[in-house]
């Protein structure tokens, strides 16, 4: 069992920055990639980013290259997602999930941080 809690969301202005943290407790050894994934109302979850732990493999949707960073702490068993040039559309509920070696889904999920960005 993994447990992820994220923190860092808020208001920001359109063009701003936020960087968000994501904290994974328990069976961390279980863990091959982290994934960044964001929600709004009536739609999908879609993945932003995502990085694996062990050889930090990072991979990005087009909509975020060159503007969100994604990357991991293995020592304090945590990832992040720094968001640069915010606009009004990145705003959504994001969520940090893990998934296992071998899976091909994520297996946990974090209760989810709302990003909202004004124009």
């Known amino acids: 069992q993994v447990h992820l809690v994220e923190s860092g969301g808020g208001l920001v202005r359109s063009g701003g920055s936020l960087r968000l943290s994501c904290a994974a407790s328990?069976?961390?050894?279980?863990?091959?990639?982290y994934g960044w994934y964001r929600q709004t109302p009536g739609n999908q979850r879609e993945l932003v980013a995502s990085?694996?732990?062990?050889?930090?493999?990072?991979t990005y949707a087009d909509s975020v290259k060159g503007r969100f960073f994604i990357s991991r702490d293995p020592r304090q068993n945590m990832a992040f997602l720094q968001m640069n040039y915010l606009k009004p559309e990145d705003t959504a509920v994001y969520y940090c999930?893990?998934?296992?070696?071998?899976?091909?889904?994520?297996?946990?999920w974090g209760q989810g941080t709302q990003v909202t960005v004004s124009s």
């Open positions: 999930g893990s998934k296992n070696f071998g899976s091909a889904h994520i297996d946990y």
């Open positions: 328990g069976d961390i050894g279980s863990i091959f990639a």
């Open positions: 990085i694996t732990r062990g050889l930090a493999t990072e």
